[in-house]
């Protein structure tokens, strides 16, 4: 193994390897009880020692396996944790929906959420986005580094039990609903729509995707089910951990037309085209990634 690599070994022969690992610490353990087996001690250690690494090496990560893993592997997971993905969308939607009443009824609560100098641009119609375009690098990078980082947060809000996810999601439903609301009530909804169009079609299920993973963290922590505790929050920390990891290709396509596209002054009519067009291959993606390749599988 050491000469020609696991791979070199047959199916049958990689299973001896396991038990004969597996006997071998077992005798380790008895020598170390017993002082006058120092030399055996030693020479079993060192066998294990050089087999410990090709035991839990684990699979090696390439190109061509986190291909495998986005095109196959991470629709299928999504669609198992389809239910803490509609929750994260409800939250949001719900905290969204209810700061439009409130804004409608007490109009004076969406300038004191949004403060002066935003109210101010509001007031003369103007978009406080203007200030990427003199700096789109700069600007595409920062949105980037922002982005992930809220999505990070909302998904590491999990391991309170869920309710920093929570939270999160309620506080940036609550942000849009104001932001959306004040735009409509000066005339200004149509300015705001195209400038969030394009990227959000990937920014905002990226959120979604970030609040579903910290639910399945607090899911694990608060109902273990058949599962020792510690067990289902290793199994809740995997399967979150790569249930957020796709939101990073995503932000980093968002962040890019956040800065080159959303805030410049082509025609409205393309942004929303853009928009439908990745929110279709998103779906698209999510819907139909890996039933295909499973099929083949199993045929």
Not at 59 to 75: D, E, N, T, V
Not at 240 to 247: E, G, H, M, N, R
Request: aromatic fraction near 10%; charge should be positive.
């Amino acid at each position: 193994m050491e000469s020609h690599g696991v791979k070199s070994l047959p199916q049958g022969d990689l299973r001896d390897f396991g038990l004969l690992y597996r006997q071998t610490a077992a005798d380790l353990s008895a020598a170390r009880a017993d002082r006058a087996s120092r030399p055996l001690e030693q020479y079993l250690n060192a066998i294990v020692g050089r087999a410990h690494n090709y035991i839990y090496s684990g699979q090696r990560i390439s190109p061509l396996s986190l291909w495998r893993f986005f095109a196959h592997g991470y629709p299928r997971l999504l669609r198992r944790m389809s239910g803490y993905v509609v929750l994260a969308t409800t939250l949001f939607v719900v905290a969204g929906i209810f700061a439009s009443v409130m804004v409608h009824v007490r109009p004076a609560l969406g300038a004191e959420f949004l403060g002066p100098a935003m109210m101010d641009k509001i007031e003369h119609h103007q978009m406080w986005t203007e200030s990427v375009l003199t700096a789109k690098p700069q600007s595409s990078s920062a949105i980037m580094t922002n982005n992930i980082s809220v999505c990070f947060m909302t998904f590491a809000g999990g391991i309170l039990a869920g309710l920093g996810t929570v939270f999160l999601l309620l506080t940036n439903g609550l942000e849009i609903g104001v932001v959306s609301t004040v735009c409509a009530q000066h005339g200004m909804a149509l300015s705001l729509w195209s400038f969030v169009a394009a990227h959000g079609a990937l920014e905002l299920p990226s959120i979604m995707l970030a609040g579903a993973a910290g639910l399945r963290l607090g899911a694990g922590i608060l109902f273990p089910g058949m599962l020792r505790r510690r067990e289902s929050i290793a199994l809740a920390g995997s399967e979150a951990v790569q249930l957020v990891s796709a939101t990073i290709p995503l932000l980093i396509v968002a962040g890019t037309f956040e800065a080159f596209l959303s805030p410049t002054h082509v025609p409205i009519a393309l942004k929303f085209a853009v928009c439908a067009v990745l929110f279709t291959g998103l779906c698209w993606w999510f819907g139909e990634g890996g039933r295909k390749a499973r099929a083949k599988t199993i045929g």
